[in-house]
Every structure is written in structure tokens, then in C-alpha cells.
């Protein structure tokens, strides 16, 4: 048997990967019946996933007190019950949302794009919301919130900033090589985007609430755009000019964007850590 609290001085990449084997041991066992059950993948991943981060949120309060000795991780990760907090989602919602909108109205001046009317526009975004809030509330807590954590135990700030961002961009390519060759000019994108996040909670005394609604708003002006079908491409461009597959991560304007909020983030960042 492993003393739990001995794993606190195992190295980074130890501890990690005996806190994935105690989450996969609570969560397979479940999760295999469903895959076997239900026939539709798209609602088989969508229950497991959401089954995986719920053992993942019981979880973590367990490790933070058997390991480390702390009864309040997931405030010490940033998740914090607040007003200021709540207020910070709602101001990243809207740049993450604006951005986005503002990317595709620019392309469409340049003759890039083409706007179109689309059908049950309210009801996709309200579909568009409720999943963009999830996605940016997991990934957040998972990667800004605990690896982040796990990485500075060990690291320097810098060297757990960059480390974090190559993870997440790396964790987006879990999927089959013709998948992963496909898509693979949106991994820059997908690093800045993990530097930009990371900087916007520092930039909030390491609250979530920033990153959180920032990370959500931009998943939501896309899917509203994408499953909209708002715009058609005029093909008057390549494709690395405005995103390969129409991904605006893998294109050189969506990169001149995320460029500019990196930017902006860092030096919100280093405002507050001077203050």
C-alpha cells in the first residue's frame, strides 16, 4: 500500500500519473457498460465524459486532503464562490464571444467570407451556451486548475506555464493519426490559446472565473458560426490564410487575433503581479 502522503514528495509526472490511474479506476468500470449499452456514440461520449469529470470534481477534494493535507483545493485552484468571480466569467464570456464575431466580420470585409441567414438561430445559442459553458468550466479546472497546480509544486512559474500549454494542445490531438495530420496547423493555435488562459488567471489574482468565461466565450461564437452555418468561405484565399477545415485556430488570421489577446493578457498579468 502507498502512504498518501508520502506521494506529495513523488516527482510531477509520478504523482500525475498515479492520480489518472485512481480516476480511471473509478471511472471504467462505469463507463465501459455505457459504451457497451448505448448505441449512439455522441451521447455514449457525452455521458461518459460528463460521468469522468464528476468522479474527477469527487476526487480532487480527496486528494488535496490525503495527499497534501489541504481541505480547500479547489479554492487554492482558483474555483472560488464569488461575486468579483462570477463577474470576471461574464466579462470573458464577452470578450471570448466578441473576438470571435469580430475575426469573422473582418473576414467578411476582406471579401473572405460571405454571411448567411440560418435557421433556429436562438435555439443554437442556447444549445451553443450551455456547452461552451461546460467545455471552458472543465478544461479550466482541469488544466488551469490542477495540472497548473501539480506543475508549480515542482517548477518554476514559466517553465509550468509552458508546460501546461503544450499539454492541453497536446491532449486536443488524442484522436487517430489521419485525425491528428488533418487538423494538425490548429497546434499553435491551441499553445497560445493555453498561454493566453493561463495569463488570464494570473491576471485575476489566480481566480478561474476569467479564464473560464474567455475559454467559453470563444467555444461559443464558434459554435454559433460553425453549426449556424453563418458564413461561407469564398475560397478567394487559402485556406491557411483563413483556417484549415474552417478552423480559425489553423489559419494565420485567427493567429494575428489570439496574437494580439496574448498580448493584452500578458500584460494584465504582469500589472497584477506588480500591484
Known amino acids: 500500500m502507498i502512504n498518501p502522503t508520502k506521494i506529495a514528495n513523488y516527482p510531477f509526472l509520478l504523482r500525475v500519473i498515479i492520480f489518472l490511474l485512481i480516476l480511471a479506476t473509478i471511472w ?31 476526487l480532487v477534494p480527496r486528494w488535496g486532503k490525503q495527499v497534501y493535507g489541504q481541505t480547500q483545493l479547489l479554492k487554492s485552484y482558483g474555483l472560488v464562490n464569488t461575486r468579483q468571480n462570477g463577474f470576471e466569467l461574464l466579462v470573458g464570456l464577452a470578450i471570448g464571444l466578441s473576438i470571435t464575431f469580430t475575426l469573422f466580420l473582418v473576414q467578411g470585409l476582406c471579401g473572405f467570407v460571405s454571411w ?33 497546480d501539480e506543475l508549480q509544486r515542482d517548477y518554476s512559474y ?3 506555464v509552458r508546460v501546461n500549454s503544450l499539454v492541453f494542445a497536446l491532449s486536443h490531438f488524442i484522436k487517430p493519426v489521419a485525425a491528428m495530420l488533418r487538423t494538425w496547423p490548429q497546434f499553435p493555435g491551441l499553445l497560445l490559446l493555453g498561454l493566453i488562459l493561463v495569463f488570464a488567471k494570473r491576471s485575476r489574482q489566480n481566480r478561474l472565473g476569467l479564464s473560464i468565461g474567455l475559454h467559453a466565450g470563444l467555444v461559443w461564437g464558434y459554435y454559433i458560426i460553425n453549426i449556424g452555418e453563418l458564413v461561407r468561405y469564398s475560397g478567394s484565399v487559402p485556406d491557411w490564410v483563413t483556417g484549415i477545415n474552417g478552423n480559425p485556430l489553423a489559419g494565420a488570421i485567427g493567429l494575428l487575433f489570439l496574437s494580439v489577446l496574448a498580448v493584452g493578457m500578458r500584460k494584465m498579468s504582469q500589472h497584477s503581479k506588480g500591484s
Open 28 to 58: 471504467l468500470p462505469v463507463a465501459a457498460p455505457i459504451y457497451l449499452l448505448v448505441k449512439d456514440s455522441n451521447l455514449a461520449t457525452i455521458l461518459t465524459m460528463g460521468l469522468l469529470f464528476a468522479e474527477f470534481l469527487f
Open 116 to 148: 448567411q441567414n440560418s435557421d433556429n438561430l436562438p435555439r443554437i445559442i442556447a444549445e451553443g451556451l450551455l456547452s461552451a459553458l461546460g467545455v471552458g468550466f472543465a478544461e479550466e479546472l482541469v488544466f488551469r486548475g490542477w495540472l497548473l
Open 158 to 160: 514559466p517553465m509550468s
